[in-house]
């Protein structure tokens, strides 16, 4: 499958506990982007790498979320001390510059519940 | 924050109707582009309209924009079961990088 891939699909915590994702994007896309997604709500940006380099965060990325793309192809996004509140759906998406539409594709998501 | 509104919030038809969906955007676009989404899962490019085209086909899709009220209309004709999911219209804005979702459109589709 040579797709977006999330890991993991489903998380459980508690909250105050850390956790991680992971994204892989398509191999030749440079740029990837997390999103996040609530219960009948379409998906929020969240923030934007072009190879290692973070270009854009939104707001909704508190102090407690960092994402890290350190060799330009996989992804990290870490959130420390969970709230009930981060509960949601956390989208990766990647394109390639040769897009200038941006036509983006999407991973098939992982779903934070925060106990 | 939400760049637009889609119309209907819900919407359910029967096998072999037409289903439309309207969305609404508030900022200067470059293009629109809509998704789908299955359950639970990670989301599907469906058909782009770039901001100078006013109407675009694609199979059972076809997508119309227009620039002047902010709004774009997507109909999926001959509706089949596998059509049931939701729907997003989603914006490039002039001088983002990110895509811009609209709150989605549930459509069900009764065999």
């Known amino acids: 499958d040579t797709g977006v891939s999330q890991d993991p699909r489903h998380k459980i915590t508690k909250r105050g506990q850390n956790v991680t994702f992971r994204c892989d994007p398509i191999?030749?896309?440079?740029?990837l982007y997390w999103y996040r997604q609530t219960l009948g709500q379409g998906p929020e940006f969240l923030t934007y790498?072009?190879?290692?380099?973070?270009?854009?965060k939104s707001r909704l990325l508190s102090d407690r979320f960092s994402a890290e793309r350190p060799k330009g192809s996989f992804s990290t996004l870490e959130i420390q001390r969970t709230e009930q509140g981060d509960s949601a759906m956390y989208l990766c998406?990647?394109?390639?510059?040769?897009?200038?539409?941006?036509?983006?594709?999407f991973g098939p998501g992982t779903r934070l519940t925060v106990l | 924050s939400q760049q637009g509104e889609e119309d209907p919030q819900a919407l359910s038809i029967q096998e072999g109707e037409n289903a439309t969906m309207n969305c609404s955007y508030k900022?200067?676009?470059?293009?629109l582009q809509w998704y789908r989404q299955n359950s639970g899962r990670g989301l599907v490019h469906l058909i782009l309209?770039?901001?100078?085209?006013r109407e675009k086909h694609s199979g059972r899709l076809r997508v119309t924009l227009d620039t002047s009220k902010k709004s774009s209309s997507l109909l999926i004709t001959a509706s089949r079961a596998a059509d049931t999911a939701s729907y997003f219209c989603a914006t490039f804005d002039t001088g983002r990088r990110a895509l811009t979702f609209g709150s989605g459109t549930r459509l069900q589709v009764q065999p």
């Open positions: 790498f072009q190879n290692e380099a973070q270009l854009e």
């Open positions: 191999s030749e896309h440079n740029r």
């Open positions: 309209i770039r901001s100078n085209e």
């Open positions: 900022t200067s676009i470059n293009n």
């Open positions: 998406a990647s394109s390639s510059t040769g897009n200038s539409y941006n036509e983006q594709f």
